[in-house]
T-cell receptor
Framework: AQKVTQAQTEISVVEKEDVTLDCVYE???????LFWYKQPPSGELVFLIR??????QNEISGRYSWNFQKSTSSFNFTITASQVVDSAVYFC?????????????FGDGTTLTVKP | DSGVTQTPKHLITATGQRVTLRCSPR?????VYWYQQSLDQGLQFLIQ???????AKGNILERFSAQQFPDLHSELNLSSLELGDSALYFC????????????FGNGTRLTVT
């Protein structure tokens, strides 16, 4: 069965600090997809990034970077030089190719608070 | 703007009542998903439709039902409502299914009193 664990329930940092959000997943499929979504205080859920199981290349987009490691079943998300606008709940999600018809299973989310 | 439209934005109703939540997916998206977000249970997958047919079912109660119409909009029907059904209900759509990111609507906040 697919499972996503975000062990950090809440993280609080001061502006300009770097912060890493952890995500550990479980799957029996060899082909799967990992996602990060952001839910700001306004409530909408916004897609940030997708990775497939065959692409372990790390990605950097501005202040955001993602580290995918199959050996440890982790897909961690780092925000560099955090800003107050980064305050949100961040969800990691997993979608398997061969089971569950591709539905995404979400972790419980990590609430990030960036203080000025 | 994700392109996914959910109505209504807020809904307040009494226990025992029935409500219908509506979702219009992004133009061109064939898959529609319904998720429930409550404070103590995070984002729970309820059900998925693809081009009018039910594709996957999650932890959806028997009191809840959904359908996707020929124009691809979807409705989630919640009946015999209980206090515990109070939550944020999200609809999402995707282009294909597996591997496609979900694009979420703004959600419907349901309050059962």
């Amino acid at each position: 069965a697919q499972k996503v664990t975000q062990a950090q329930t809440e993280i609080s940092v001061v502006e300009k600090e770097d912060v890493t959000l952890d995500c550990v997943y479980e799957t029996r499929d060899t082909t799967y997809y990992l996602f990060w979504y952001k839910q700001p205080p306004s409530g909408e859920l916004v897609f940030l990034i997708r990775r497939n199981s065959f692409d372990e290349q790390n990605e950097i987009s501005g202040r955001y970077s993602w580290n995918f490691q199959k050996s440890t079943s982790s897909f961690n998300f780092t925000i560099t030089a955090s800003q107050v606008v980064d305050s949100a709940v961040y969800f990691c999600a997993l979608s398997e190719l061969n089971t569950n018809a591709g539905k995404s299973t979400f972790g419980d989310g990590t609430t990030l608070t960036v203080k000025p | 703007d994700s392109g996914v439209t959910q109505t209504p934005k807020h809904l307040i109703t009494a226990t025992g009542q029935r409500v219908t939540l509506r979702c219009s997916p992004r133009s061109g998206d064939l898959s529609v998903y319904w998720y429930q977000q409550s404070l103590d249970q995070g984002l729970q997958f309820l059900i998925q439709y693809y081009n009018g047919e039910e594709r996957a079912k999650g932890n959806i109660l028997e009191r809840f039902s959904a359908q996707q119409f020929p124009d691809l909009h979807s409705e989630l029907n919640l009946s015999s409502l209980e206090l515990g059904d109070s939550a944020l209900y999200f609809c999402a759509s995707s282009a294909r299914g597996v591997g496609s990111p979900l694009h979420f609507g703004n959600g419907t906040r349901l309050t059962v009193t």
